[in-house]
């Protein structure tokens, strides 16, 4: 405690050092998919959801297993893959902060498709599959932006078969790091993946093998297409690449 003088008081005042507020506990509100329910819808999903904390490398879900519950990210990341008996992996997809995964075991009620690892440490919202599916059937907003949600990774699935049916692995990697990528600040024309996947990882990504994507980013760092170091790569003519991929994969007009 700390005194001080209050000049209308002939004494001295001691005042108290303020207490740290206790951390709020996590609130389904705090994820913009439940942000447009009423409160009744709010509170019956509030009173079914659970929360768990997983860590990088946990697995959230298996393949092939039975669970229907619905997984929203509070906080972190979780990795999507498919595994193949000779232990190759397919990475499907990766979903961070707002973001959520399961919808279709909690909407069909079919074992699981793919394999879900955290790959940072990660804070989850569970809920079972009836509290999901009567929250969206209340809130026009929740059943719009599943739509959209399922649509988006639909366009995704169909745009990635399309790459692997119809582009050389270069242009493959050309198209998952343009993806993967954002604006490099301070260089109009360049985009910057930082930091840089490994190179297994983008393997998973485009359906090829480490070593083709090593040596494929080894030439096309040589001929000028990209600057690599252990901090990130920029993928320096932007442009070109996105000329190339969509002649590629885009038939001339009749």
């Avoid at 879900?61 to 999507?80: N, Q, W």
């Avoid at 995964?101 to 394999?115: Q, V």
Wanted: hydrophobic share 45%; proline share 8%; net charge positive.
């Amino acid at each position: 405690m700390r005194a001080i003088q209050d000049p209308n008081l002939p004494h001295l005042v001691w005042l108290r050092p303020a207490m740290a507020e206790p951390a709020r506990p996590p609130a389904l509100t705090d994820l913009a998919f439940f942000r447009g329910g009423s409160p009744e819808a709010i509170a019956r999903a509030t009173a079914a959801a659970r929360w768990r904390t997983v860590e990088p490398g946990q697995v959230v879900v298996d393949e092939d297993e039975p669970s229907t519950d619905i997984f929203f990210v509070a906080s972190g990341a979780v990795r999507v893959q498919l595994r193949a008996a000779s232990g190759r992996e397919v990475l499907l997809n990766e979903f961070g902060q707002g973001e959520f995964f399961g919808e279709l075991a909690a909407i069909d009620s079919a074992p699981r498709a793919a394999n879900v690892t955290a790959v940072a440490r990660s804070r989850l919202c569970i809920l079972p599959a009836q509290a999901f599916l009567d929250y969206v059937f209340a809130t026009p907003s929740a059943c719009h932006a599943l739509l959209k949600t399922l649509a988006g990774k639909l366009r995704l699935q169909t745009e990635r078969t399309l790459e692997r049916e119809a582009l050389p692995v270069r242009l493959r990697l050309f198209a998952e790091l343009l993806r993967l990528s954002r604006p490099r600040t301070g260089a109009p024309g360049e985009r910057v993946v930082s930091p840089p996947p490994p190179h297994h990882e983008l393997a998973a990504r485009i359906g090829a093998r480490r070593e083709v994507v090593s040596r494929e980013l080894s030439e096309m760092t040589r001929d000028g297409w990209l600057a690599r170091d252990r901090r990130a790569i920029r993928i320096l003519r932007v442009t070109e690449i996105q000329q190339m991929v969509a002649t590629e994969l885009r038939a001339p007009a009749a």
